[in-house]
């Protein structure tokens, strides 16, 4: 029953739409956030995602059997979200403000609720102001939990980069995340915090870098 | 110390080891290390943690269409200009930018062509207008009078011959004094034939009753606009005609194929019934000069002039046609009065049987009227001539296309040769830069027009199949709407 995405993508082409009804809801929702973390705009990432899917099939011919179907898939979204970014480059981002009642849950007291979207608010600013090169391996890494080598090749980088992106994305981030992952100094002790606790996580790495 | 340096080629892997993406060696070397070295597995837990905190960012549920609206809204929509639209915008910008400037050039020529449509209808009619006969006769402006002139003049002449028919069989020899008063448009109608103008409607009415007298001038009111003057004069007969014009031109032409164009132009004579007067080369600097003075039937003139024009480019160009008309009846009234005082002075000598010394003064003076007359029927004959044959004194001046084409027998020394080869070098420069120069200057404005044209539809095309596949994206739109509320 579960055939591999390879397959499945290899009978797509030869006219079986079941099969790309199979491979649509494997990663359909894969894609979307991948997009959606990147762009950071739902509405968007929608379409984008449509349009992924939309080149898939109507470029489903340029797939070589030989490569794997899930980078050849994320790449399709890269592509696709650049050639947006540079379509929209004076468009200016803009945060969804819908996002924050949308996953309300029932579980949590308001009080929580607020801290968790405040909490998803840092995230998604930092890694808006993280740059892409090292923003894009840690979404795919982190969410998607993509191994390093469909990274390096979705990216068309060596290993040896993705590797170093990552670890450098992550410095920057938790340097960016500081207030969220230490709350508790950050409130009590605010102007010691950044040399004592953080001193590791910020000043250490700088320096070993 | 040993220490920091192990934690320096370390650290950049850590994330790596998180993420269980080492070597299985590597792997076990880093373990090794964390064990001892705290700050190191600070490190590992703060990306740990990181990791963790970066998880509560989940993606609110997005509203996709199905798989079935995907491939439904992928199949190629719209009809084959549609795709075709698509395909064509979807090329590379190497490729469009040419296919564009192809469809500019397309218009251009087609609007040439459209323009140049009318030019070509026109050419028959104005090849006569060019030729200046036109202006110069005066026929146009006596064709209304003359119209209804001739038509009464012929009534007139219809009687006169009657009667002239019933003095004439009574008494057979003596004609003269019965028909001398039959004086038509200043014109001696005797039993020769008068000159008088027939218009085409007229013609057909008459000359079942007036057997010698014929309509000779074709001229109606359409005639004239439509056909060339022909001048209907034979040499023989001492035939009347409608309009007596000497046409001549003078030509002087430019052109590459000297020889060619010198037998051409003879040629051109003598097939078209004419034949060539005079024929003169000589050389003026390097290039060569023709003069050939050809005389060609009036009816082929405007043909003739029409051909040799395409021997090259025309320099100077005088056509000329003198209307000899008034000239002509003038002199041929001259000459019947001549004829008739010739007569009566014969039958007054006849009549005289005497040998008196009047009869040989007479008789004197009847050999200076005959040669009076004699010298008025040259001057008519002249006059016939030259409307009958056209002159046209053609000018051939060789142009030579290059300067170094030198004239047959002249040598040049080496450095005359190289400053001809400059000369000529920046002639031919010049040549080919002036074209282009003409031609974006005259052809400017049109090439602006014909390119905002294009960039104008492709600018339009664009956005109708923008548009469209934005309608093919957005199937999902109002979903997504409806979600956000």
New interface residues.
């Given amino acids: 029953m579960s055939r591999s995405d390879e397959e499945l993508m290899r009978e797509f082409q030869e006219g079986n739409d079941t099969a790309f009804i199979t491979l649509y809801e494997r990663y359909r929702l894969a894609i979307y956030r991948f997009i959606y973390r990147k762009i950071a705009h739902q509405a968007r990432a929608e379409e984008l995602t449509q349009e992924v899917f939309l080149a898939l099939v109507r470029y489903r011919k340029d797939w070589r059997q030989e490569s794997s179907f899930k980078t050849y898939i994320y790449r399709i979204a890269f592509n696709c979200s650049l050639s947006e970014a540079r379509r929209s480059e004076h468009k200016v981002m803009v945060d969804d403000e819908d996002e924050q009642n949308s996953v309300a849950s029932d579980t949590l007291s308001p009080i929580e609720q607020v801290e968790q979207s405040e909490i998803k608010q840092h995230i998604k600013r930092a890694l808006a102001k993280l740059d892409a090169d090292f923003r894009d391996p840690i979404i795919l890494r982190e969410y998607e939990g993509l191994s390093y080598e469909e990274i390096a090749t979705i990216f068309d980088l060596p290993i040896g980069t993705v590797k170093s992106r990552i670890f450098r994305g992550k410095l920057e981030l938790k340097k960016l995340l500081t207030p969220v992952l230490n709350p508790d100094i950050n409130d009590l002790v605010k102007p010691a915090s950044t040399s004592t606790a953080t001193g590791v996580g910020t000043n250490a790495p700088s320096q070993m870098l | 110390m040993k220490c920091e340096t192990k934690?320096?080629m370390i650290?950049?892997?850590?994330?790596?080891f998180i993420?269980n993406?080492l070597p299985q060696e590597r792997h076990n070397e880093v373990l090794a290390h964390l064990n001892e070295c705290s700050?190191c597995t600070?490190?590992v837990e703060?990306?740990e943690?990181?990791?963790m905190?970066?998880?509560?960012?989940?993606?609110?549920?997005?509203?996709?269409?199905t798989?079935?609206q995907?491939?439904a809204?992928?199949k190629p929509s719209g009809g084959i200009f549609f795709r075709f639209l698509q395909q064509f915008y979807e090329l590379p910008f190497k490729l469009k930018a040419p296919l564009l400037a192809a469809a500019t050039a397309l218009v251009l020529l087609f609007i040439s062509v459209v323009q140049d449509q009318p030019n070509l209808k026109s050419r028959p009619s104005r090849a006569p207008e060019s030729v200046a006969v036109k202006p110069h006769s005066p026929i146009p402006n006596i064709q209304e009078e003359s119209y209804r002139e001739a038509a009464k003049e012929i009534e007139e002449l219809k009687r006169d011959r009657a009667l002239q028919d019933q003095i004439a069989s009574s008494q057979d020899s003596s004609v003269g004094g019965g028909v001398a008063g039959s004086v038509i448009g200043g014109v001696n109608a005797p039993v020769v034939i008068s000159p008088t103008l027939v218009t085409p409607a007229e013609a057909p009415s008459k000359p079942a009753s007036a057997d010698n007298v014929e309509s000779f001038a074709m001229i109606s009111k359409n005639s004239v606009e439509k056909q060339d003057y022909r001048v209907k004069v034979s040499s023989k007969d001492l035939q009347p005609t409608d309009r007596l014009i000497i046409k001549s031109a003078n030509l002087t032409l430019e052109t590459e194929n000297f020889d060619d164009s010198k037998t051409k132009a003879a040629e051109l004579a003598t097939s078209n019934g004419g034949f060539v007067t005079r024929l003169q080369v000589s050389t003026q600097g390097r290039a060569r000069v023709a003069d050939i003075s050809v005389k060609v039937p009036a009816r082929n003139f405007e043909k003739v002039v029409n051909e040799i024009r395409r021997f090259g480019k025309s320099v100077q160009e005088l056509v000329e046609g003198q209307d000899v008309t008034d000239q002509y009846l003038n002199v041929f009234d001259e000459v019947q009065s001549e004829q008739q005082l010739e007569q009566d002075v014969r039958k007054s000598v006849e009549a005289d049987k005497s040998n008196s010394y009047e009869k040989l003064y007479a008789q004197r003076q009847l050999r200076e009227i005959a040669r009076q007359r004699a010298a008025l029927e040259r001057q008519l004959q002249q006059l016939r001539d030259g409307a009958a044959l056209s002159t046209i004194n053609i000018r051939l001046e060789e142009k030579s296309s290059s300067i170094l084409a030198v004239a047959p027998g002249q040598e040049l020394t080496v450095g005359q040769q190289i400053k001809l080869a400059f000369v000529n070098g920046f002639r031919n420069l010049f040549s080919l830069i002036l074209p282009i120069v003409l031609f974006v200057g005259e052809a400017g404005l049109s090439i602006i027009f014909c390119s905002l044209l294009i960039y104008g539809l492709y600018w339009i095309g664009k956005k109708y199949v923008n548009k469209r596949e934005k309608r093919?994206?957005?199937?999902?739109?109002s979903e997504?709407r409806d979600w956000?509320k």
């Avoid at chain 2, 650290?11 to 790596?16: K, R, V």
């Avoid at chain 2, 093919?472 to 739109?477: G, K, M």
């Fill in positions: 934690c320096e650290l950049e892997e850590l994330q790596a993420d993406e700050e600070r490190m703060e990306l943690e990181l990791s905190v970066m998880q509560k960012w989940d993606v609110p549920e997005p509203s996709l269409p798989a079935q995907v491939l809204a992928a093919v994206y957005q199937f999902s739109s997504t956000t």
